[in-house]
């Protein structure tokens, strides 16, 4: 029985392998999967060969799992990222160095950087060249995301739906995964661009000195109810300002917290020139000049006496934690009394925690390597492709790979200390591992659900203008007559 | 016919295909693998209020532009057609700005009109309030005098090229009959300047498009909407990836051209045949 298993397997294969050569290095459906099956369950399974071809798995209203055939022929994999980074670079060569029939063509935007002007250029002939390409049925296999129009591209049906690969393939466990990213990364109902890794984004603060002068409420809080703690806090004095953050970013959120009120998308009309947002923006410069907020640029300014131990001298630090090794040092600030607080949100969003994601990644609906080209991906989603902490030290994010994540934790737990390390001009000193931190950091990675997401064109428009607002140049209701002007037009072409 | 070849598939390869290719377009709901939808995306794109608002913006631009543009640059001809003093420097300083790059004009113009620039520190130093140029109902007037400070000497050596073309025996003939210098003005110059007047007009339209280029380096893709014009609502659609849209709108735009054009050429002719 079992021979006769093996015997059916082998002719499987062959029969998969001359199929697929037929097919110009393609995958194809092969028919003969079917009387495979009837051969030998076990068998089929060995080998790996699906039942049936791709077309009948997409059909299917109920997914069927199975394993990804890639093409065996000479296959060439083109994937574009504006700048390369050193862990994607590293990728493509295990990546190659595994599937010697794969060449992986990595295109840059960008090789290394000049000035702030040539980055500006060289951002829009990135995104205006790959999206030409795209519309055109061609483009890179797979491409970084970040800078080209998610939405857009999405609305467009241009990106390959990532979340029909992930539940198709059988050898896609997504239990090893942070799920509660990937879920929340959805656009239209998929998944379309896929975060190599993420920043939890947190508010930390100093217990002691928050408690000491009142406290706070922060369960449920929004910036408004933030603002007000805030101003009280600071009458106390133990610190003179409560965050430290531009005047845009303060705007920005504030105006999220009330979205509606000033957009109407649908109805593609725009209320920016209602009291009620003059009004916003002279509550943050009023944040601002009472020093309850204190303008990041002086801070930062005010800090660079002694690079590796800054005075704090904010209540609230708001950050977006770059590594498990980050956050043990964020959290021996304020002498150990440090304490994660809620960041302030609007009322209807819900518990859970915030993140940022990183290096998103998308497949091209017209890559005619689809198989090979999600390989590639779950490749450098996977724990051999998560970032390499020697290189550049981790500050890569958090990988969305759980299994590389909590690889990461346990060396931490076991080694007991982070070693110092040297970095240019910087050195850090060796330091002990607080585990109960460690325990924090996974009620925080795993509770992000809400997507800090790419700024919109109605962001950018208000924080351009409303520069000469906060610099004291015009007054709140000429910019808030102007951002009216402009989101106006936006919201009707 | 031969020797047109070469010109004639340039312009095949390089306008006419690619213009019939986005005509297509305009006609499908998506690039790769569309389907035919007739007028549909015509239909939204009239829907949308930022269109018809740039289209109102660049007619009213041309209509201002091109009108102000031909009387102050004929009125240049006519007075540098006659012995002055230093004429001829100062037919060249009319000319510079044409052969300026562009990127030092438009860095010139933002030193001059920014918020914080030089015409608002005059204006202050003077009294005046300050004015944002090129974000209030100022904006279209400042961009009408950049065209015109552009272009006005390339369209005036035009003129001044048309003028040297008309015989003189025909003013000496109306000066024996005793015509005045302003009947000379209507009844010969403007007249058998005509032919050079519809050239200039057509020049000056295409030129008053191009003033977008500037348009855009000062304000940006989404200017103060007075000056938004249909250029900058095609590169808005392409960025948001919207090619039916882009393509109508440049459809349209190319229609009422050729309308335009057309009517100026027929004008000419029906001028021509009139002299004759």
């Keep these: 029985m079992k021979r006769t298993g093996w015997i059916a397997a082998l002719c499987v294969l062959l029969l998969c392998l001359s199929a697929c050569s037929g097919n110009g290095g393609n995958a194809g459906s092969s028919p003969s999967g079917t009387s495979a099956t009837s051969g030998s369950s076990t068998g089929a399974q060995q080998t790996g060969a699906p039942a049936d071809g791709e077309g009948a798995g997409t059909e299917a209203p109920a997914v069927e799992r199975e394993e990804i055939k890639l093409p065996t022929g000479p296959v060439k994999l083109v994937v574009a990222s504006f700048e390369p980074s050193e862990q994607l670079k590293q990728a493509v060569k295990k990546y190659e160095q595994a599937h010697p029939n794969v060449t992986v063509e990595l295109q840059a935007a960008q090789t290394e950087f000049k000035d702030l002007d040539s980055q500006i250029a060289n951002i829009e002939k990135y995104v205006s060249t790959t999206n030409t390409a795209l519309l055109s049925g061609k483009g890179p296999d797979v491409m970084e995301l970040d800078l080209l129009p998610r939405e857009k591209l999405v609305g467009r049906g241009l990106l390959a739906d990532l979340g029909d690969w992930m539940n198709r393939d059988a050898a896609f466990n997504k239990a090893d995964y942070f799920v509660n990213v990937l879920d929340h990364m959805q656009i239209e109902g998929g998944l379309y661009a896929m975060p190599l890794s993420f920043y939890p984004v947190a508010l930390i603060g100093d217990k002691a000195a928050i408690d000491k002068d009142g406290g706070v409420q922060d369960g449920d809080w929004t910036w408004d109810e933030f603002a007000e703690s805030a101003q009280r806090l600071i009458q106390k004095g133990t610190h003179p300002h409560a965050l430290a953050n531009t005047p845009d970013y303060m705007l920005s959120e504030l105006v999220g917290e009330r979205y509606a009120q000033f957009v109407d998308e649908a109805g593609r009309r725009a209320s920016f020139d209602s009291p009620a947002f003059a009004g916003l923006m002279t509550q943050v410069k009023q944040l601002f000049d009472d020093g309850v907020v204190i303008d990041l640029m002086k801070a930062n300014f005010r800090n660079e006496s002694k690079a590796d131990n800054p005075k704090i001298n904010t209540y609230f630090q708001s950050t977006q934690i770059p590594s498990p090794m980050e956050f043990l040092l964020l959290m021996d600030q304020y002498d150990g009394n440090t304490h994660v607080y809620t960041k302030p949100h609007a009322k209807e969003m819900g518990p859970g925690g915030y993140f940022m994601a990183n290096q998103t990644m998308g497949i091209n609906a017209a890559s005619p390597v689809k198989e090979q080209a999600w390989d590639f991906l779950k490749f450098l989603l996977s724990e051999q492709g998560a970032a390499d902490p020697d290189i550049s030290l981790g500050h890569t994010g958090f990988p969305i790979s759980r299994v590389a994540y909590d690889k990461e934790i346990q060396k931490l737990r076991d080694e007991g200390e982070v070693p110092g390390y040297k970095n240019g001009p910087a050195e850090t000193e060796p330091f002990k591992v607080n585990e109960a931190y460690l325990d924090l950091l996974d009620g925080i990675v795993t509770a992000a659900v809400h997507p800090v997401g790419q700024s919109t064109k109605i962001d950018d428009i208000i924080s351009e203008e409303s520069k000469a607002f906060f610099t004291g140049q015009k007054s709140a209701e000429a910019v808030a007559k102007l951002i009216q002007n402009k989101v106006t037009t936006y919201l009707n072409e | ?276």
């Excluded at chain 2, 090229?161 to 000066?175: K, M």
């Excluded at chain 2, 000062?218 to 849209?245: E, T, V």
């Design chain 2, 1 to 276: 016919m031969l020797f047109l070849a070469p010109g004639a598939a340039g312009f095949a390869l390089f306008y006419l295909v690619p213009f019939a290719m986005g005509l297509w377009y305009s006609l499908t709901d998506r690039t790769i693998g569309g389907h035919f939808v007739g007028l549909a995306n015509y239909e939204s794109l009239l829907a949308s209020g930022s269109f018809r608002k740039a289209a109102v913006n660049t007619l009213l631009f041309t209509g201002i532009s091109v009108p102000l543009l031909i009387v102050l640059s004929l009125g240049l001809a006519l007075l540098l057609s006659r012995p002055l003093f230093l004429r001829r420097w100062l037919q060249t300083a009319f000319v510079l700005p044409l052969v300026v790059p562009v990127a030092s004009v438009v860095a010139i113009w933002q030193i001059f009109l920014d918020w914080n620039g030089s015409l608002n520190a005059w204006l202050h130093g003077l009294g005046y309030g300050r004015i944002d140029w090129l974000q209030s109902d100022w904006a279209m007037p400042t961009l009408v005098a950049m065209y015109i400070w552009k272009n006005v000497g390339y369209d005036m050596i035009l003129f001044l090229a048309g003028l040297l073309s008309i015989p003189q025996s025909y003013y000496e003939t109306a000066r024996i009959e005793g015509a005045g210098r302003l009947r000379q003005l209507t009844h010969i110059t403007l007249v058998y300047l005509t032919p050079t007047t519809v050239f200039v007009i057509l020049i000056s339209i295409i030129n008053s498009f191009k003033v977008f280029r500037e348009t855009y380096l000062l304000a940006g893709d989404y200017p103060y909407d007075r000056i938004y014009m249909l250029q900058h609502y095609m590169n808005n659609m392409f960025f948001s990836l919207d090619i039916q849209k882009l393509t109508s709108a440049a459809a349209l735009m190319v229609g009422c051209i050729v309308i335009l054009a057309g009517s100026l050429l027929a004008a000419e002719k029906r001028f021509r045949s009139w002299m004759e």
